[in-house]
């Protein structure tokens, strides 16, 4: 609960940020736009990337500026989850083996049943097909795999939102572009060429954010996913030493019956009886 609310904290803060400055920068920039309208065609001086941003705010860079906040969200919230301490923490392990340790296998279900932990998530159907060792084997594989792709899942959006930012960036160019070249067709060509030069860099500041909002969101897509195959593979390391502690118990009877069956030395047959000399 603690960590839910952090982060719902930070990402109330981030969004505070993100909204301020936006609607800071925005009267400024159309005060900006306003005056360089009323000029000549003279060209803006020293006109900033930042400023060729925010002076060209339509539909592509507010989706732009959505999938942002929702990938840094994203990357927060993943590597806050993705740990040691909050996939399977020391002491729920430690717990678990003192259950199975002291035979409170009864216990142990409703432990598991309820823990959120990927261990105990993992063991809980391996201990619910008890006592056949093979098929809690088999359970436990399963819900490994299982597990494992809901992890993966959980960061598969940072992928589609890496992807989606170029595309995004390549829409707004060419939307752009298209704009740009109609108003020199409309002007008989006779366009000064430092103002379409500047329809045409608005028009690639789309690729800019496009690629701005790709290249985190594919880093951290990476890194996450290498944390998140590391973290299950321990995980199924720990949830399968768990269940061997448990295998002894099904040993047990078939070890008596194979003693019970095995045979015992073989009694010396009797000699036969020698026969009588002849005359």
């Known amino acids: 609960m603690r960590r839910s609310a952090l982060s719902k904290l930070w990402l109330c803060l981030l969004a505070a940020v993100l909204l301020g400055t936006l609607a800071y920068a925005t009267p400024a920039f159309a005060q900006d736009a306003a005056a360089t309208a009323g000029e000549s065609e003279e060209p803006v001086k ?3 990337v930042l400023t060729i941003i925010l002076g060209n705010i339509d539909f592509v860079f507010i989706i732009i500026l959505i999938l942002s906040v929702l990938g840094l969200t994203l990357i927060f919230q993943g590597f806050i989850r993705f740990r040691r301490s909050v996939m399977f923490p020391e002491p729920t392990t430690e ?4 259950m199975i340790q002291d035979r409170k296998f ?3 279900i409703e432990f598991t049943e309820t823990d959120p932990s990927f261990v105990a998530q993992v063991l809980n159907p391996a201990l619910k097909r008890a006592p056949s060792f093979s098929s809690m084997k ?5 819900a490994i795999g299982e597990k494992t792709a809901d992890q993966f899942r959980k960061i598969e959006y940072l992928n589609i939102i890496g992807n989606l930012g170029p595309l995004l960036g390549l829409l707004g160019t060419v939307l752009g572009m298209i704009e740009s070249f109609s108003a020199m067709q409309a002007a008989g060509g006779s366009v000064n060429p430092s103002v379409l030069a500047g329809g045409i860099s608005k028009a690639l500041s789309h690729t800019f954010l496009g690629l701005f909002l790709a290249v985190p969101c594919l880093a951290a897509f990476g890194v996450l996913r290498t944390i998140v ?7 199924a390391l720990i949830a399968e030493e768990l269940l061997l502690m448990i295998k002894p118990q099904e040993a047990k009877p078939a070890a008596t019956a194979a003693i019970a069956a095995k045979p015992g030395p073989a009694a010396p047959k009797p000699a036969s009886p020698k026969p009588a000399p002849t005359a």
Do not use: I, N, S
């Open 46 to 48: 020293g006109a900033g």
């Open 95 to 98: 717990m678990m083996r003192q």
């Open 106 to 108: 009864k216990e142990l």
């Open 138 to 142: 088999e359970a436990m594989e399963t």
């Open 229 to 235: 195959d590391k973290l299950t593979v321990q995980g």
